[in-house]
């Protein structure tokens, strides 16, 4: 066993884990955050993704002992049931989820894009939408309703930073 100290979601969790357990099993297990999902347990659905260091990484196949010392968000840190991030109200509005059981993937894979987006005061077209979240998949929504989420965020969070700025 390795004793590490992981900062999730900006609190400090020191845990014991052998160095093959996975980083999204100590998240489940050992911090209590069930929002971070096991769908294929290989890298192929995106479900497990968190913010590591703020740039997406597949949880189920990332060792925890790996990440010792570093930042990790989840997206139990995009906000409870009272105050819910724009992305996620989004999706809501958008029919975005059915299941929900990929939407934290999506969500934090999405963040960092919708987040460069505005930054650069750019609207994404449909292709580039649908590359940025690629690497996740749905089984039930068809996509369409969170491509439309996400050209929703962005385009509320460009509204907003051209109408601060007049």
């Known amino acids: 066993m390795t004793r590490i100290t992981l900062t999730v979601n900006g609190r400090k969790h020191v845990v014991e884990a052998e160095p093959r357990r996975l980083l999204a099993d100590v998240l489940r297990e050992d911090c209590g955050l069930t929002g971070v999902h096991i769908g294929c347990a290989h890298g192929a659905c995106g479900c497990c993704t968190v913010h590591v260091d703020g740039s997406p990484r597949l949880s189920c196949l990332t060792f925890a002992v790996q990440m010792d010392g570093r930042a990790i968000r989840t997206v139990e840190d995009l906000g409870g049931t009272e105050a819910t991030h724009p992305l996620q109200q989004a999706f809501r509005r958008n029919h975005a989820l059915q299941c929900g059981y990929c ?18 005061g750019q609207m994404p077209d449909d292709d580039e939408i649908r590359e940025a979240m690629s690497g996740n998949i749905c089984r039930c929504t068809g996509y369409q309703g969170i491509v439309e989420a996400v050209r929703e965020t962005i385009g509320d969070a460009l509204a907003a930073k051209t109408e601060a700025a007049q």
């Open 103 to 120: 939407t934290p993937g999506f969500l934090m894979a999405l963040l960092p894009f919708v987040e460069a987006q505005v930054s650069a």
